[in-house]
């Protein structure tokens, strides 16, 4: 059935209500039910399509430029972003949509707990998205969202996503909790190094010594 199920979503997370504001549906050849005037198509590696709509997308320079140049329908393929992650950087604009670009106010390099200086849904954004139930052990989604927002081009996003990584290193007491927080089973290797460097080059760019 490639019929949406409803436009706007609504799912308990961490004891809170946290709204959607995408569509989902199977990858089609086409999609006669979108409104191609209002909403753009991301087809996601997990088989599924996410409807946005182009007001949201807009602030994904990747997603603004296509929308710009096309004359027509827009359906982007992202073969290495599930749909769960779209879904969840549509949902942070969403909120700061009317505010955007959002001002993320936080030290450089984190001195605090996020919770000190974010305000309370943004907490509970990073507590239930980007983690799961506040574990910070349980931190995929925060990778796959810097990785998504970096491929997708949307600064503020990455650079919270970056906050939260920061925040959970923050808390690190040595090497032992260090591979049990980020789930590593033996130290990286030089090659291992270099990709991390080539996923993340944004993060410095000194690597020479570190």
Known sequence: ??????SVLYWKEGGKMSDSNVTK???ADNYPT?????????????GVAVVMPSGIAVKCNVLSQLISKSKGEVKVPLFE???????????????????????????????MDLKESL????????ANHMLVD??????????????????????????????????IVRT???????????????????DEKKKLYEDYEYRSSKKEGE
């Open 1 to 6: 059935d490639s019929k949406a199920t409803v």
């Open 25 to 27: 549906m199977p990858i």
């Open 34 to 46: 979108v409104d191609f005037s209002k909403n753009i198509v991301l087809e996601c590696s997990d």
């Open 81 to 111: 972003i599930r749909s769960e992650i779209v879904e969840k950087i549509s949902i942070y604009i969403g909120h700061h949509n009317d505010d955007w670009p959002p001002t993320l106010s936080v030290d450089k390099p984190l001195r």
């Open 119 to 126: 305000s309370e849904w943004d907490y509970d954004f990073y």
């Open 134 to 167: 506040g574990d910070m052990s349980k931190n995929d989604n925060a990778f796959l969202m810097l990785k998504a927002s970096q491929y997708l081009e949307c600064e503020p996003m990455r650079d919270f996503a970056c906050s939260a990584l920061a925040n």
């Open 172 to 190: 690190i007491k040595g090497e032992e909790d260090f591979y049990r927080v980020f789930k590593v089973t033996e130290p990286f290797t030089e």
